[in-house]
């Protein structure tokens, strides 16, 4: 039912706006029709003004006169604003009476006045309109006039620019070709003066070169001395007392400067300290193996570099682990000489024996 519903006020809706469209197709229609007939009626004064303008003209007399005064007095009173000069439409109007009483010489004066009016006003319309048309084409044509004046003005201007930006060009050119040479020659001036400066460059290099020897040299005499007076006294290990301070020693050469021991039964394992570094010391007839490694790494776990000194060799497995923890294991000699029982102990002897000089 709603849905008949909706069907049907939509259906109302429809055919009310087909009617209302009609409607408006007609007034429309109405309007148009009265247009062309007032249009039609326009110029069918327009067509009798034009043939009265032909009749021949009769001779003038006091009735023509008056006849002429009181239709132009009349077109003035009817249509007020008409016509500035209605002077100019006498001779029109004195051809219209004429023509008037020669078509129904049974009118009265009223009434041939008022078919004078209507040809009068048909011509005034007429003239009016002429003269509107030719103004309208002269605006018309004077706005032409001035468009063709401001193109060709703005043609004028690019034509000017675009020779102005040719002669520009055609200088850079010209200027361009004229400094070639110039660059030339001071590309050649700065080629010889980077090469004079390459010379003496190449100069000051070798007297660096030469001063830096001469500073190594130096150096290594003055280490070589250094190495003489600081290196460890050689010192006979007979007890575990002397076994660590020359273990305090070494440390200290190696550049361990505050290495100390750490006091007989206080070390918990660890024999001499410095900082961040720690060393155990092990006076045994046998080979070092990896359980002692371990307890060591594990009692100074919070050193950064662990040094391990035996007076006997170690077992391949300790030398594995020292390796894979970064240990660096010594083996001291009845005389406290030190060699390096591994990888990281080596590199350490040889960069405190031959150490690696700084270039200047």
């Known amino acids: 039912m709603l849905h008949a519903r909706i069907l049907l006020v939509q259906g109302q809706n429809a055919a009310s706006l087909r009617s209302e469209e009609e409607s408006a197709r007609k007034r429309a229609a109405a309007a148009l029709k009265n247009q062309e007939a007032e249009k039609a009626a326009v110029e069918r004064r327009a067509e009798e003004g034009r043939w009265i303008s032909d009749e021949v003209q009769a001779p003038r007399s006091d009735v023509i006169l008056a006849r002429r005064e009181s239709a132009l007095s009349a077109i003035v009173l009817r249509y007020p604003g008409l016509v500035d000069n209605p002077s100019v439409y006498g001779e029109f109007a004195d051809r219209a009476w004429r023509a008037t009483f020669q078509r129904n010489h049974a009118l009265s004066e009223s009434e041939a006045l008022e078919k004078v009016l209507e040809m009068l006003h048909a011509r005034i319309l007429l003239v009016q309109g002429q003269n509107a048309a030719s103004l309208r084409a002269e605006e018309e044509s004077a706005r032409k006039r001035a468009a063709a004046a401001l193109e060709k003005?703005?043609?004028?201007?690019?034509?000017?620019?675009?020779?102005?930006?040719?002669?520009?060009?055609?200088?850079?050119?010209?200027?361009?070709?004229?400094?070639?040479?110039?660059?030339?020659?001071?590309?050649?001036?700065?080629?010889?003066?980077?090469?004079?400066?390459?010379?003496?460059?190449?100069?000051?290099?070798?007297?660096?070169?030469?001063?830096?020897?001469?500073?190594?040299?130096?150096?290594?005499?003055?280490?070589?001395?250094?190495?003489?007076?600081?290196?460890?006294?050689?010192?006979?290990?007979?007890?575990?007392?002397?076994?660590?301070?020359?273990?305090?020693?070494?440390?200290r050469f190696m550049g361990f400067v505050d290495a100390r021991q750490t006091g007989a039964g206080a070390d918990g394992g660890i024999d001499v300290v410095a900082t961040g570094a720690a060393a155990q010391v092990k006076r045994e007839g046998y080979d070092i193996g990896r359980p002692a490694l371990q307890g060591f790494k594990g009692a100074a776990w919070e050193y950064e570099v662990h040094l391990f000194f035996s007076s006997s060799g170690y077992t391949k497995q300790a030398v594995d682990f020292a390796n894979s923890v970064k240990m660096e294991l010594y083996v001291v000699g009845p005389y406290g000489e030190v060699t390096g029982g591994n990888q990281a102990a080596l590199d350490r002897l040889e960069r405190v024996t031959e150490p690696v000089w700084a270039t200047p």
């Open 153 to 251: 003005v703005k043609s004028d201007r690019i034509a000017a620019k675009l020779r102005a930006d040719e002669e520009s060009q055609a200088i850079t050119d010209e200027q361009r070709w004229l400094n070639l040479p110039l660059e030339r020659l001071k590309a050649q001036k700065e080629d010889a003066e980077w090469r004079a400066g390459a010379a003496k460059r190449k100069v000051a290099a070798a007297k660096r070169e030469a001063a830096r020897k001469v500073k190594v040299e130096a150096d290594q005499q003055a280490y070589a001395e250094w190495c003489r007076k600081n290196k460890p006294k050689q010192l006979h290990i007979t007890d575990w007392d002397k076994a660590e301070r020359n273990a305090e020693m070494w440390m």
